[in-house]
């Protein structure tokens, strides 16, 4: 396993994070497998584990502790907050009131008094960026968070965060979680280039693209993975989107064939090739899952084997540009572009 500083934290990460987004409901993982998974990636050196309230309703936090427990002190603990818990509208975003409240409710649910690096899940229109990190800045000074970061951020709200923090005198976001993979790389273009600027420490999700780049999804096999079932539309072959991944994933997997990598080693090795990419969130279901990931955590690509990779998917390009995770309200909502 290889390890990386964390931004301009001081705190060393290793490579490879284990995100815990399919314990419970999600993925099906139960708590005696999720344990497993837990104990065989800790012996394998990954030493961050994610999870984030939103995750099958505190079910994964819940599982996640007990999953640590008796070895707090062993590993980097994250977890996120800001997406719907319910239906009430208060319940969610990053106000002052649902920030403290939700962090009370994610350290019950993980028996720790503390959290390592607590993340605001998805950027919120509705409130500032002064009362989001006064907020966290509160609860950094209280010691009930020792870092705090954003996820899925477009470039100017990580631009609009390191201005207000400096200029109010408040802490500032440390890390960004963004989604990037081979298939989809316009991170490259915008948020890449301002963390490296900033320092970020940037923790990247789905770099499997959903399970595309898993080795399970080929042409001629009927798509059969966990993440099809959730999100039908993202793996329909009649989408013209989707068939260009399939054609990527096709050509990938040829060059992964003549590096002598599986398409999972390629493309893990791919996203923490960047220089601005600091670890990669795997999320396995299972601990065969998490086996054939793990065999990614020393893997180096070459310059040839990343310039044929550029060649299949160019640099800053999304296949799928409207799977975003987060849109601007204004881009959705007719309203907010008429007067």
């Known amino acids: ?68 427990a008796g070895r707090r ?15 009430d509208r208060s319940h969610r975003g990053s106000s002052r009131r649902w920030l403290v409240t939700e962090l009370e409710a994610s350290l019950r649910r993980l028996g720790v008094d503390h959290v390592d690096l607590y993340q605001v899940h998805r950027p919120d229109p509705d409130t500032s960026d002064e009362e989001t990190l006064s907020a966290l800045t509160d609860l950094q000074r209280s010691g009930k968070i020792l870092h705090f970061g954003s996820s899925t951020f477009p470039a100017y709200r990580i631009v609009e965060g390191q201005w207000t923090a400096r200029e109010r005198g408040l802490g500032r976001y440390v890390t960004e979680q963004p989604g990037y993979s081979i298939l989809q790389r ?18 990247v999700w789905s ?19 966990h993440r099809s079932q959730l999100l039908p539309g993202r793996f329909d072959t009649a989408v013209a989107a989707n068939r260009a991944k399939l054609d990527a994933v096709e050509a990938l997997a040829t060059i992964a064939d003549e590096a002598g990598l599986t398409l999972i080693q390629l493309a893990l090795g791919f996203v923490t090739a960047h220089p601005g990419v600091t670890s990669a969130i795997i999320g396995p279901r299972t601990r065969e899952h998490l086996t054939a990931q793990l065999a990614a955590a020393d893997t180096v690509l070459s310059a040839d084997v990343l310039d044929a990779i550029d060649d299949v998917v160019a640099p800053g390009v999304d296949l799928a540009p409207e799977e975003k995770n987060f849109t601007p309200p204004a881009l959705s909502d007719p309203s907010l572009r008429r007067r």
Do not use: C, H
Not at 73 to 87: N, Y
Not at 186 to 203: K, R
Not at 207 to 225: D, E, Y
């Open 1 to 68: 396993m290889q390890y990386r500083t964390l931004g301009r934290t001081g705190v060393q990460v290793s490579t490879l994070v284990l995100g815990a987004m399919n314990f419970g409901a999600i993925g099906r993982t139960d708590q005696d497998e999720a344990t497993a998974i837990v104990d065989a990636a800790l012996e394998a050196g990954i030493n961050l584990v994610d999870t984030a309230d939103f995750y099958a309703r505190g079910q994964s936090e819940e599982m996640v502790g007990k999953a640590v």
């Open 73 to 87: 002190d062993d590993l980097v603990l994250a977890t996120k907050a800001g997406l719907p818990m319910d239906d």
């Open 186 to 203: 316009a991170i490259e273009s915008d948020v890449l280039p301002v963390t490296e600027q900033y320092g970020l420490g940037v923790l």
């Open 207 to 225: 770099p499997l693209a959903s399970g595309w780049l898993s080795g399970a999804i080929r042409a001629g096999q009927a798509v059969t993975t």
